[in-house]
């Protein structure tokens, strides 16, 4: 722990603890939006794996990829990717190999996560490879586990999961119940690792990141450079300040994040924007994100219950909306996104299921709340499909029609915001409609610049599109006024 400070103290932070919440990070200087608070390699990380998709070992790649031959598991997209991981998938491919077809098939990310930090921890013990104040096993070991809140259902699948790292390990010595605790450790500190554009890659564990404590209204956001985690502050964070991030998709109303955060994190939050609503202005916010719109289409009046629990009653208008009407579209759109809409994904026929998207947005047009959450994520959806099939047109109407959500339900500097304003731009570009591309790449620039940085290949790439964006623009205004 002294090591730790120590460490932190050259980069203006301490770790402190707070009732309540266990350990903080704080801040020892002032810090400014855009600024690097702390940025962290994790201490083990591994690739997502899914039926479509494989990636490198090393930087997550998903192109030329090779089966490392020893183990039949894990890809590699070349010798420099094999190379710099070798001392530790050397004893991986070890135990792996030994594992027969069936069980290699049951070595899942999270799996791997634990053996890796096993054999990690043994490397470091042994000095083969080299151990810092901010990369060590200690860390890891400071972590909540959170063992005495967790349910019985639960307990039983680490216990299970436990098991299966010990089989492949081998390791006569090693403690069940440490490693049943650690997969509780993974579950409320591990991260999600994603791209610049926020799309998922893998899981890392990055020890002093997982310090940083949550809130709704985060002062600081959790990025990432191929595999190096980055906090950045989004806002002025004053000497003395716990330095906060969001753990969640933070669109939702108070119920819904609560309750993600007890499921996943164990805790209650309160956080300004947790406490700050009252009860009333809690319902009214649950009712626009995920209500049901009024009868009237040119009503944007939130809908509740009635009492003699018949409807739903528009508190603007007054306008009833029946309970059974409400059930049928409901049901439809269920039965829809159930059954087609995710297989169609899942096999990758975008066609398919473009089309039922749009049936589902139909309906939740009817259905939803303007403002909706749902309907939000499903124009998201759609926008994705549409681009894939570079139907550009129809892709920026749907993106035009979410950002008035995304202005809604996240802050001004906000990076999924930042990266629908790109979205936009680009579109716009394509379509040849500069001036607004201009102001959208703009918008973008405003803000993924303080939640990216400027100096990765992607904000490059971004910033040499809105030049390139402007002075298309300028000339086209000068060819106009000749
Ligand atoms: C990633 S850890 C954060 C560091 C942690 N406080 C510690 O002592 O190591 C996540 C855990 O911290 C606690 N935590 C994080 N944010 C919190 C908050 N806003 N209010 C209360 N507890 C919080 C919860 O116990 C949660 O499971």
Known sequence: MEDLQSALKDRNMTVSTIADKGRCLLATRDFYPGEVIISQEPYVCVPN??????????CFATSNLKKCSGCQVVWYCGSKCQKSDWKLHRLECEVLSKLDKDKRKSVTPSIRLMVKLYLRRKLQSEKIIPSTAIDNYNLVGALVAHMSDINEEQLVLYAQMANLVKIILQWPEIDIKEIAENFSKFACNAHTICDSELRPLGTGLYPVI?????????????????????????????????????????????????????????????????????????????????????????????????????????????????????????????????????????????????????????????????????????????????????????????????????????????????????????????????????????????????????????????????????????????????
């Open 210 to 482: 997982s310090i940083i404590n949550h809130s709704c209204l985060p002062n600081s956001v959790l990025v990432f450079e191929g595999k190096s985690a980055i906090v950045r502050a989004v806002q002025h964070i004053p000497k003395g300040s716990e330095v906060l991030i969001s753990y969640i998709e933070t669109a939702g109303s108070t119920m819904t994040r609560q309750k993600a955060l007890k499921d996943q994190y164990l805790f209650t939050c309160t956080c300004p924007r947790c406490v700050k609503l009252g009860q009333y202005d809690d319902v009214q916010e649950s009712a626009i994100l995920e209500g049901y719109r009024c009868k009237n289409e040119k009503c944007c009046g939130f809908l509740l219950r009635k009492t003699d629990g018949k409807g739903f009653q528009c508190q603007e208008c007054g306008l009833v909306r029946d309970m059974e009407e409400i059930k049928k579209i409901a049901t439809e759109v269920k039965a829809l996104s159930e059954d087609k809409a995710s297989k169609f994904c899942s096999t990758g026929n975008c066609q398919e299921a473009l089309t039922i998207y749009k049936m589902i947005e139909k309906l939740q047009t009817e259905l939803c709340h303007p403002f909706s959450i749902s309907l939000m994520q499903t124009r998201e959806k759609l926008l994705k499909l549409l681009m894939e099939l570079e139907h550009w047109r129809e892709a920026l109407a749907y993106c035009k029609l979410t950002l008035p959500v995304y202005q809604r339900v996240y802050p001004a500097v906000h990076p999924l915001l930042g990266l629908q304003y790109y979205t936009c731009g680009k579109l716009e570009w394509y379509l040849g409609d500069t001036q607004s591309a201009v102001k959208s790449l703009t918008k973008a620039v405003d803000v993924l610049r303080i939640t990216h940085g400027t100096n990765t290949a992607f904000m490059k790439d971004l910033l040499m599109k809105l030049e390139e964006a402007r002075a298309e623009a300028s000339y086209q205004q000068s060819s106009k006024d000749e």
């Open 49 to 58: 794996k899914s039926s479509v998709e494989t990636r490198c070992d090393g």
